[in-house]
């Protein structure tokens, strides 16, 4: 399949902030990586979707947070924490949230009905397979562009 992907001139554009806004912008016609972005585009009726595969794992990955334990306003952290996981924000924000009291997105099932590969630390720290999938990927859709801090 990304054989077919690369000839119809997909590329690979660096951090996944500017991928989110080159597609909502009509751009570049898709990303790998959007499932905690793209809603405000899609609430604000930009043509954009997420698709989990029916046949492959989708990568998926979580946002943590913490307050480390010499921080500077510790409390300030905490009000932080407090105010982006409370409920109401969490709502707000309308993604897949970590809270078991959020539904999904609309229109979605939750997170874990989907076929996903849930190893992401284990995936990130594997220098010699995340170097040969660069290389692989570069393969099908060419090397990136618009790297900005990306190395």
């Excluded at 105010?83 to 939750?110: H, M, T």
Aim: proline fraction near 8%.
């Amino acid at each position: 399949m990304l054989s077919a992907v690369g000839k119809l001139g997909f590329k690979i554009t660096g951090p996944i902030a500017f991928n989110i806004v080159s597609e909502a912008e009509g751009k570049n016609a898709a990303t790998f990586d959007a499932t905690s972005t793209i809603w405000p585009f899609r609430r604000a009726g930009q043509p954009v979707q997420v698709a989990f595969s029916e046949v492959d794992e989708t990568p998926v990955f979580s946002l943590t947070g913490g307050i480390f334990k010499d921080a500077p306003h510790p409390n300030a952290a905490k009000l932080y924490l407090s105010w982006f996981l409370a409920k109401e924000q969490q709502v707000r924000l309308g993604n897949f949230s970590p809270r078991l009291d959020i539904p999904p997105p609309e229109g979605f099932r939750p997170l874990t009905s989907y076929k996903i590969a849930n190893a992401y630390r284990e995936f990130v720290t594997d220098d010699k397979l995340i170097a040969d999938l660069r290389k692989r990927m570069e393969g099908y859709v060419g090397p990136v562009v618009n790297a900005g801090g990306v190395r």
